[in-house]
C-alpha cells in the first residue's frame, strides 16, 4: 500500500494552447488543488493515519508515497512522519502566547525521485496545496541540501498551531 503514487498522473482537463509554464510555488499549489484534489485528500489520510506516528522501534519507517508529476516539474516523493509533543514543547509554545494546546508535529520530508536535491518551488507547492493559505505561515522548512523537510505543530483536530521556528532547530536529520 505504502510506496505507490497518490491517485492518477493524467491531468483531468488539457491545458489551453496558451498555457504558459508554472514558475513560483503559489501557482503550482493552485495547479495541484485543481487536478489533484484527491491527492491531498489521501495525504491528509495518510498524515491522519496510525502508521504515519513514530515508533521508537528501528524497524519504523514513515509512509512513503510517489506524488503525481507536475508538468515537467520533477518526480517527487513524500515520506510522512508524526511525532507526539512533549510537555516542555507545550510548555513552550504557551510561554510563546499560544492558547492551542499542540498534540502532534507533522513532518514532510520530499525528496526528488532521481536522486538530485529537490526542486523547491515544487516541494513547497504541494505543502501549500496541503495546508490552509490562513495556516501556511505555521509550517516551517528545515535546511537540507536535498530533501524539502517541512514541519509544524498541530493541536488534537490537526488544526496547525503558530511556533516559533526555534522550537525546530534540532529536528534536522543526520
Known amino acids: 500500500m505504502f510506496n505507490t503514487a497518490f491517485g492518477s498522473t493524467a491531468h483531468k482537463s488539457p491545458r489551453p494552447s496558451n498555457y504558459t509554464p508554472l514558475t513560483t510555488p503559489e501557482a503550482i ?44 516539474g520533477p518526480q517527487l516523493s513524500i515520506a510522512v512522519t508524526r511525532r507526539r509533543v512533549g510537555p516542555r514543547a507545550q ?3 504557551r510561554g510563546y502566547g499560544e492558547t492551542q494546546v499542540p498534540a502532534y508535529v507533522i513532518e514532510l520530508r520530499i525528496t526528488d525521485a532521481s536522486g538530485l536535491p529537490a526542486d523547491r518551488r515544487y516541494t513547497e507547492a504541494w505543502v501549500r496545496a496541503l495546508i490552509d493559505d490562513t495556516d501556511i505561515s505555521a509550517v ?10 517541512y514541519v509544524w505543530l498541530v493541536d488534537g483536530s490537526y488544526t496547525p ?3 516559533p521556528s526555534s522550537l525546530f532547530e534540532g529536528m534536522v536529520a543526520a
Open 29 to 72: 499549489a493552485a495547479e495541484i488543488e485543481e487536478l489533484y484534489s484527491e491527492t491531498l485528500e489521501r495525504l491528509d489520510a495518510v498524515i491522519h493515519h496510525p502508521r504515519s506516528l513514530a515508533r521508537p522501534q528501528a524497524t519504523w519507517r514513515p509512509p512513503t508515497k510517489l506524488l503525481p508529476r507536475i508538468g515537467s
Open 91 to 93: 510548555a513552550r509554545i
Open 140 to 149: 516551517h522548512e528545515l535546511p537540507s541540501a536535498r530533501a524539502a523537510t
Open 161 to 163: 498551531i503558530p511556533s
